[in-house]
């Protein structure tokens, strides 16, 4: 089955500077890939997703960029601000059909004002 | 007008108990999904489940079972809870091959 890699379990930056959050995967069949973000006892939220038809999408400040061959996705957060600050899951799946997601370990991000 | 709704939010009970945890969405979603949340934060695949078909998560005890009276509910049952079972449970849905909501996830605690 599909297992998802992701780092760094920690990430901790200064307001306003950029956090990066990388993901490799190993199923060559996934197609879909979201990114989740879950604040402290809140349900995961997504926040952007990417299909394997395109390499880099953006969302204002958030963006994330897909690597097929090498099998790794990242997400990039510019100008971050303390309301960044929260666990980042990354995600893959054969989105298609009824397929569940397998979520990387995810990525606890604080953004230091 | 939630999107995916859970009920209780908060479930305290006894080793050895059968409880079940109640999942409804109103998006009109054909998929609906259980994922187990560890202390740890990681998020693992239970269950998928449409009309037509349920994958299970081979990690998955047998104590527990999903229940669908309709599309638009799933929920799940546990037999005879044990203390590893303590986690915070999220229900999902989506519409094949989209994007899959959650729901705001029910903290179990079995003592």
Redesign the interface.
């Known amino acids: 089955g599909e297992n998802v890699e992701q780092h760094p379990s920690t990430l901790s930056v200064q307001e306003g500077d950029s956090a990066v959050i990388k993901c490799t995967y190993s199923d060559s069949a996934s197609n879909y890939f979201p990114w989740y973000k879950q604040e402290l006892g809140k349900r995961p939220q997504l926040i952007i997703d990417i299909r394997s038809n395109v390499g880099e999408k953006k969302d204002q400040r958030i963006a994330v960029t897909l690597n097929k061959t090498a099998k790794h996705f990242s997400l990039h957060i510019t100008e971050t601000q303390p309301e960044d600050s929260a666990v980042y899951f990354c995600a893959a799946s054969i989105g298609t059909g009824r397929r569940a997601l397998t979520f990387g370990s995810g990525t606890r991000l604080q953004v230091q004002p | 007008d939630t999107a995916v709704s859970q009920t209780p939010k908060y479930l305290v009970t006894q080793m050895g108990n059968d409880k079940s945890i109640k999942c409804e969405q109103n998006l009109g979603h054909?998929?609906m999904?259980w994922?187990k949340q560890d202390s740890k934060?990681?998020?693992?695949?239970m269950f998928?489940?449409?009309n037509k078909?349920l994958?299970i998560?081979e990690t998955v005890p047998n104590r527990f079972s999903p229940k669908s009276p309709d599309k638009a509910h799933l929920n799940l049952h546990i037999n005879s809870l044990e203390l590893g079972d303590s986690a915070v449970y999220?229900c999902a849905s989506s519409q094949?091959?989209?994007?899959?909501?959650?729901?705001?996830?029910t903290r179990l605690t079995v003592l």
Do not use: A, H, R, V
């Open positions: 054909d998929t999904y994922y934060k990681f998020l693992k695949i998928s489940y449409n078909e994958i998560n999220f094949e091959g989209q994007m899959q909501f959650f729901g705001p996830g």
